[in-house]
Structure formats: structure tokens, C-alpha cells
């Protein structure tokens, strides 16, 4: 529920309609309902797959993870119906975006516990909503939490916004919202639970979002870029790319030739049971990893320093030894090849434009060859024409719009996708659908 | 010995001591059991039962094998784990005997003794662990056994069912994945513990599932309804036929082809057959095409379950619609589309009448947009009906949503538009 400037108030109000008992007013409800959905047609399903619940202890409205909506009667009664509809988007949109289950797996992963912690994550959950959802038709309530409220920048994910704020005495107005179990997946006692009436089973609900997805996929026109993002990604959750790049690095690494394999170039002990047949052994060669660096102007130190971390980190896992790990900086020419056993100095120079052929040359130049080359760029360079003799993964740092790079000077300027044969892993797309 | 030391006394009954530890883990082993609907063992119970592979992902430790040995229990199959990363691939494709004359009679693949146990028995179950764990070639080896059933010049006989499992590509150590062709002969479950079955199977109350039977009677009608519904969607679809996974993300993973297409329809037959919940159905279809064509999948058998449109514009007073306000939606929707389609004053009369019952029995802002349709298709010498009457509150709702939206505008455009963007 957007925080409401006027939160102390809205408790006493809370309080007063226990004592009156007054009905809930449906009809207005179903009012600002219908006005959301002629707002927002692609939202239409999941508004109506909602089930209205009256509740007096909720303090205004909130959702749980089975799609059941509570709404407190004299919340309704005070609150004007266009200013109701942006509620209905507001708590919906929490539903589609998974944030009740994406903050289990935040709690899971980093430990965050208590209801401080859930707070939090409602609070981020409201801001990764509320910075592109009003507007367009829809009103924006009184004193919703947006991330310039919390001084953060627009555009976030609810990960990446949970991670930048702490709870402060100046947030103190925020204390009492409260979106229910479907925002931050931490039960409310008013909530009906799992076997509560008329909830929607996963299956169900995963079928609803599926299909409000489905709908905005179809008709991209008038939907704002953070929807069709979500659409895009909402069955598809983009893993991290550190797991991504590393089963590419290791699968590059472990295939024919190099890891650890049957091999007949040595018999098997075994064969000493078997007289006359030759039995293949288990024999194992470290895989040679080279990873060419992308080191002009558009790509940060910091992204270049985690990635080649993480590609050291793996060729180690797959049994690569530190010196069979090279490394080729490159801008328009490649410089020289470093072993990455001389520490971790090596010089990342340059600067200017890019061309990675250079930096694949060197790498193969390189006796004994490679097994795998490892590319770290962001892309805005031509590659080699052809396959290079070797498994290639492509780390790719994302820039500015999906469909590539814009130049003032030169509009139609598009750089050349990376190449077919190449393993693509896009580095720094570590976050969850939104 | 002679000489007494202080250690004597105890000595004389390390028997005894054993005992007692022997008696503390009979008393640790002492677990009672509770019924549990167990959605993942139940989806594997019938794709083993389908005898199609199934591959259980699953990080190590978390059950597989006791979930594999209830299995075998409740179909009544003898048990037989090979933990694939301990053999070599002579071990599966079969070990070399070397005869009398090899030129002559050819050197037989002479299979290890589990494979030769279990063509002997006939049926039996064979749970392959580890297979993300064994080097490449053990693994091709394996997938031999698993699609074509064969160790080295043994057959396994038809009444043996195979399972595999495999730990997630992100958490194998030499990140083994399959490739597209193979992947897509596999169902894909993906195994994860529920920690409230963990804990209370450790105080002492493991779950019981209740494992699903096929019902004899239901088979003709199972496969009549799943053959209903893949060629229903694929009619619909024809792009969701074939389409090899392209994203790095999706690697390894189930997609749509034919075969898999084939080896869905033989799930939702067996899972109707069971009667089975739609979640079980849903873990089984996602884990056989894909999250995507999975998906669309199930969304066309809920359409399945909708009333028909020509139903309920031939009995609008019996017509039973969905508590649920999205489907309902979809009904009126279609109703009113097939008036649309076919118009005539019954079926226009029989519409309004079923609006009248949906604003009775629901949510009166799903009425809106069918009414006004209807409305629409009105032609000439149509009088209107008085059931229309019954809508007026409809008509107020709608024209106050309106005047929402329009005070929305009007104070957008005092801001000076500052929420546009």
C-alpha cells in the first residue's frame, strides 16, 4: 500500500470504523477497479483474478501471496475512487513481480530476518513500483514512497534498491505500511493463509501472471518499457551471470581435448584383467584459459577487475593451475601476453577504440594454444570472421539500450552482434525478473 | 593377562556396549510416518509410470534417493542406484571379452552384474546418481543406457524404468549440461526440499505420500482429452511445434519439438488418468517443453474447462460461470463474441439475460466492457429486453469510473503533466 502522508490519522480512522462497523463499500471498489483496468488494459486479468477480502485490521489495503486483496472499509470510505485505482495497479503490480517470492529468497540468501527486515523489503518493493506506475491516467496517491523520497535514483530493481537504504528515525512516517504477505512474504495475522477460501494455487497464479505477460508481449504499443520488461523476462528469471559465465567457462573447458577424460593414449590398469584388449585410463590436462581484455574507454576498471576475478576463480575449479591462465589486454592493438601468476598487476592501458581481432590473434598466437579464450568486452568492436580454433565465451558488458550502442555523429552506426560460434553471457544482468 | 588395570572392568563387555549403541539406533531409526500430498513425488511417480527418462536436478543431499525408494516401493519395483561417477564407461557400454578367436567370433561387451540382476528379474527400477559428476565419456555412455536401454549387447526388458539425476550447472563442479538433442528426450524435475518436511521428518515424522493410481476406467477418455488439448494448442500455435532453445540461460533446459510435444501428451493423459491436480500437471509439462510453451499449454486447458459459449447461450438460467473474476471475464467475453459472430435476437436476448445473472452472482466491473459490446450488436428491429433494466447499476458504475479518470486527467494536466513520464 503507497504510504500515505497522512498516516497517524489513517490508524485513528482504522480505529473508528471497528467501533461504527461500517460495510465495505464494494461498489466503490469495483468503481476505481474497473477505472484501473480501462488505465491499464493489460493489467485487466490479474485485476480481476483478485479476491476482495473485508478486513478491519489491515490499515488500508494489501495483497497476499495468494492473490487475495484486503481492503479496510473506512480506508475505502475516505479515499477518492481515482486515487483507489492506482491502489489496485499498486498492489497488483506487487503480485506479477513476484516480490513476495523474490524477497524469500533475498531473506534465504542474505539472512534477513524480522519484521525490520520485511519492512525494508516492502519499502523497496514500493519503490521499484511506484517510480513508473502512476501517471498516464492513473493517479499517484498522497505520499507514496518513491526512491527520490528515499533520495535513490528512479528505474531500480526492489534488489537493488534494498540494498541502498537503512531503516532511520526520518523514515519513521513509513513505519506503518504495510502491504500484506504479498509484497514482502511475511504472514499478517489478518491474512486467510494457504487453506484460507479461495485463493489461487501456484499453478494458478503463475497462469495468471503468464497470461498478463503474454497479453503485453502481443501488444507492445502503449505498455511502458518497465512492463515489457518484466513481460520479457517473467517466465525467464536471468540467472547470475557469475554462475552463467562460469558453467560456460567450465563446459568450454572440460569438453574434448582438454579436463579430465578417457584417453587410449595410456592403457588402463584394468586391462591387466582383460589380456590382449586395450582398456582406455582416466587421464587428466588442465585446461589453458586465455581471457582477452577489453580495455578501451567504455568499460570500467570495476567491471573489468570483478570479471577477471571470476574467470580466474573459475579455471581454477575446473583444475586450471594460476599459470595456465593468461591474460590479453586489448584496445585497438593487443599489447602482451600476461600470465595471470605475476600477481595481480597486470597492466590494463589503453583507452580510445576497440578491436578485438587483434586480441584474438595474440591469443592464439600463444604456444602451447589455448583451449579456451574468454572475452571480456562490451561488445562495440568487429570480431574475427571466422571461427576462431578454439571454444570462445563471450562475456558482455551491456551498454546503454539492448539493441546496441547509439553514435551521435553517426545514427546508423550498429555494432556487429557477437559472432554465432561464440558463448554469450551477458556480465552484470545479475538481477531477478521485475 | 595377569595384571589388572583400571580399563578391565569395561573390557570384559564391549558385546554389551555395542548392544547398547545398536539399541540407540534402533531408537533413532524408530520414525513414524504422516500422509502428505507431495506434488514432486508424485509428478516423477508418473512420468516413471509413463516410462519416459526423467532427469531430477537437484543440489546433493537433499532426498533424491529416499524420494527414489518410496517410488520403487509404491510401484512395487526392486531398487537399483549405479552412482555413475564411480564407474567408467566399460562399466555401461560393456567390458571387453576377449574369446578364442576375435577375428572369428567378434569380442563380446560382457555387461557388469547389477545389469545382468536386473534382465534376470525382469522389472525393477534403475536410479542412475551422480550423472553431472562422471567424466564426459561416462556420461555418453550413459545416455546410451538411457535412450536406448542397452548395456553393452544386454537389452533391458520393457518392465524396467529408468531415473537420473543430475546437480544444477551452476553448482557442478565440471559443469556438465546437455545439449539440445538430449535434453530433449528427457522430463526435467527439479528436485527441492521443503524444509518443513525436513524438519519434522528429523523430530521423528517423515511424510507419506499417497502416491497416484491409475484409474482403468478413465483411460479412454484420458487419452481423448490430452490428445484434445496438445493438437488444440498446437492448431492454435503452430510456431510452438518446434523451437530450439537459443539463450544461454535456457541451455540444457526442456523445449518444444515434436518428440517432446509427443511425450507431454503421454503426461497428460497419464496424469488425467490419475487424476492428478494441475500441479502436479504443470510441474510435468513445464519440465518437458518449457516454462514458456508450458505455460500457454495450461492456460489452453483452462479455456478447456470454461463453459462453452453455445452452452450457455442455450440454457443462460443453467449456466454455471467461474467464481474466479478473470475466467469469468473470459467467459462473458466469449459469449458475447459468439453472438457477435453468429448474431440473432435469441441469442442476443439469451446474453443479456446471462449478464444479468453475472451481475447478480459477482463483481459488477467485469459486466462492463461485455455489456457494452453487446449493446453495440443491437440491430434495428431488436427491442430492448427488460432484464436490461437490471444492468442500470452497471451503467453508473461505468459512468463513475469515467469521471475518475477524467478528474485523473484534468488534475495531470494542472500538475503540468509531472507524472507523465
Do not use: A, N, S, V
Given at each position: 500500500m503507497p504510504a500515505n502522508a497522512a498516516a497517524p490519522e489513517s490508524r485513528q480512522s482504522a480505529g473508528d470504523a471497528r467501533g461504527s462497523l461500517?460495510?465495505?463499500?464494494l461498489d466503490k471498489l469495483f468503481t476505481a477497479r474497473l477505472q484501473a483496468a480501462r488505465a491499464r488494459p493489460y493489467l485487466a486479468t490479474a485485476l480481476f483474478a483478485l479476491h476482495i477480502v473485508e478486513s478491519r485490521q489491515v490499515p488500508t489495503m494489501s495483497v497476499d501471496r495468494h492473490w487475495r486483496c484486503y481492503a479496510s472499509p473506512a480506508f475505502v470510505d475516505r479515499t477518492p475512487v481515482e486515487e483507489l485505482a492506482g491502489v489496485w495497479v499498486h498492489e497488483v503490480s506487487h503480485l506479477l513481480r513476484d516480490h513476495h517470492g523474490r524477497s524469500d529468497r533475498l531473506a534465504r540468501e542474505q539472512g534477513l530476518t524480522g519484521p525490520g527486515e520485511r519492512l525494508r523489503m516492502n519499502i523497496a518493493a514500493d519503490c521499484e513500483i511506484n517510480d513508473d506506475v502512476y501517471g498516464d491516467g492513473l493517479a499517484e496517491p498522497e505520499g507514496v514512497v518513491r526512491p527520490d523520497t528515499l533520495r535513490l535514483p528512479e528505474g531500480q530493481l526492489m534488489e537493488e534498491y534494498l540494498s541502498r537504504f537503512r531503516l532511520g528515525p526520518w523514515m519513521q512516517d513509513l513505519a506503518w505500511l504495510d502491504c500484506g504477505s504479498g509484497a514482502d512474504g511475511l504472514e499478517r495475522e489478518w491474512e486467510l493463509g494457504p487453506d484460507g477460501a479461495r485463493g489461487l494455487s501456484a499453478q494458478e497464479r503463475d497462469a495468471v501472471r503468464f497470461r498478463v505477460a503474454q497479453g503485453i508481449r502481443a501488444r507492445p504499443g502503449r505498455t511502458p518499457e518497465g512492463w515489457r520488461r518484466w513481460a520479457e523476462d517473467a517466465f525467464h528469471p536471468p540467472q547470475p551471470w557469475r554462475e552463467l559465465l562460469g558453467a560456460a567457462v567450465r563446459s568450454a573447458a572440460s569438453g574434448s581435448g582438454a579436463g579430465e577424460d578417457y584417453t587410449y593414449g595410456r592403457p588402463a590398469r584394468r586391462s591387466a584383467g582383460v589380456p590382449g584388449v586395450v582398456l582406455p585410463s582416466l587421464r587428466r590436462r588442465p585446461p589453458r584459459v586465455c581471457v582477452v581484455i577489453d580495455t578501451s574507454g567504455s568499460v570500467s576498471d570495476a567491471e573489468l577487475g570483478s570479471a577477471l576475478l571470476e574467470v580466474a576463480a573459475i579455471s581454477q575449479a575446473v583444475g586450471g593451475r594460476r599459470d595456465l591462465v593468461t591474460v590479453v589486454p586489448c584496445d585497438a592493438a593487443a599489447r602482451i601476453v600476461h600470465p595471470l601468476?605475476?600477481?595481480?598487476?597486470?597492466?590494463l592501458m589503453g583507452g580510445g577504440g576497440t578491436d578485438l581481432r587483434t586480441g584474438f590473434a595474440k591469443a592464439l598466437r600463444a604456444r602451447p594454444r589455448p583451449d579456451v579464450v574468454v572475452v571480456l568486452t562490451d561488445g562495440q568492436t568487429p570480431w574475427p570472421e571466422s571461427r576462431p580454433p578454439c571454444r570462445t565465451v563471450v562475456g558482455l558488458f551491456p551498454r546503454g539500450l539492448a539493441s546496441g550502442a547509439y553514435d551521435e555523429n553517426d545514427p546508423d552506426y550498429v555494432p556487429d552482434a557477437p559472432p554465432e560460434w561464440a558463448r554469450v553471457v551477458e556480465i552484470g544482468s545479475a538481477s531477478p525478473s521485475r | 593377562m595377569a595384571t589388572c588395570t583400571p580399563f578391565a572392568p569395561t573390557t570384559t563387555e564391549p558385546a554389551a556396549q555395542l548392544d547398547v549403541a545398536g539399541d540407540l539406533l534402533a531408537l533413532l531409526r524408530d520414525a513414524g510416518t504422516e500422509p502428505r500430498a507431495d506434488v514432486q513425488l508424485e509428478a516423477l511417480t508418473l512420468a516413471v509410470a509413463a516410462d519416459l527418462p526423467v532427469l531430477l536436478w537437484g543440489e546433493p543431499g537433499i532426498g533424491k534417493t529416499a524420494a527414489l525408494t518410496q517410488l520403487a516401493a509404491a510401484l512395487d519395483l526392486p531398487l537399483t542406484t549405479v552412482i555413475a561417477s564411480v564407474h567408467e564407461p566399460s562399466d555401461f557400454s560393456g567390458l571387453p571379452i576377449v574369446g578364442d578367436d576375435p577375428a572369428a567370433q567378434g569380442v563380446p561387451m560382457a555387461p557388469p552384474d547389477w545389469a545382468v540382476r536386473l534382465v534376470r528379474a525382469g522389472r525393477g527400477l534403475l536410479f542412475l546418481d551422480e550423472l553431472s559428476t562422471a567424466p564426459p565419456a561416462v556420461q555418453a555412455a550413459l545416455l546410451r543406457l538411457v535412450l536406448e536401454r542397452r548395456i553393452g549387447a544386454l537389452q533391458l526388458p520393457p518392465g524396467v524404468r529408468i531415473v537420473a539425476a543430475a546437480n544444477p550447472r551452476s553448482s557442478a563442479a565440471d559443469g556438465w549440461e546437455l545439449s539440445p538433442p538430449l535434453a530433449n528426450r528427457f522430463v526435467h524435475l527439479q528436485w527441492a526440499h521443503d524444509h518443513e518436511v525436513v524438519v519434522r521428518g528429523l523430530g521423528g515424522t517423515w511424510p507419506r505420500a499417497t502416491l497416484p493410481r491409475l484409474d482403468p476406467r478413465r483411460l479412454p477418455e484420458a487419452v481423448d482429452f490430452a490428445r484434445r488439448a496438445v493438437c488444440g494448442l498446437l492448431s492454435a500455435?503452430?510456431?510452438?511445434v518446434h523451437r530450439l532453445p537459443t539463450n544461454e540461460t535456457r541451455r540444457g533446459g526442456p523445449w518444444p519439438s515434436p518428440r517432446s510435444w509427443e511425450m507431454t501428451l503421454h503426461l497428460i493423459a497419464f496424469a488425467t488418468a490419475a487424476g492428478s491436480s494441475r500441479e502436479v500437471l504443470s510441474l510435468l509439462v513445464r519440465g518437458t517443453v518449457g516454462d514458456g510453451p508450458g505455460l500457454e499449454l495450461l492456460a489452453s486447458l483452462d479455456r478447456m474447462d470454461l463453459p462453452d459459449p453455445e452452452d450457455v447461450l442455450a440454457d443462460p438460467a443453467g449456466a454455471v460461470l467461474p467464481e474466479r473474476g478473470d475466467l469469468r471475464q473470459a467467459v462473458l467475453d466469449g459469449v458475447v463474441a459468439a453472438v457477435r459472430a453468429r448474431p440473432d435476437r435469441s441469442r442476443w436476448d439469451a446474453a443479456w439475460s446471462l449478464l444479468v445473472r453475472a451481475l447478480e452472482t459477482g463483481a459488477p466491473d467485469l459486466v462492463v466492457v461485455p455489456a457494452t459490446t453487446l449493446a453495440s450488436l443491437r440491430q434495428e428491429d431488436w427491442d430492448v429486453p427488460?432484464?436490461?433494466?437490471?444492468l442500470a447499476g452497471v451503467v453508473s458504475l461505468s459512468r463513475r469510473a469515467d469521471q475518475a479518470a477524467a478528474r485523473t486527467t484534468a488534475a495531470a494536466a494542472k500538475t503540468g503533466r509531472r507524472n507523465a513520464r
Open positions: 461500517r460495510p465495505l463499500d601468476c605475476r600477481g595481480e598487476g597486470i597492466p | 500455435r503452430p510456431t510452438l427488460d432484464t436490461i433494466e437490471r
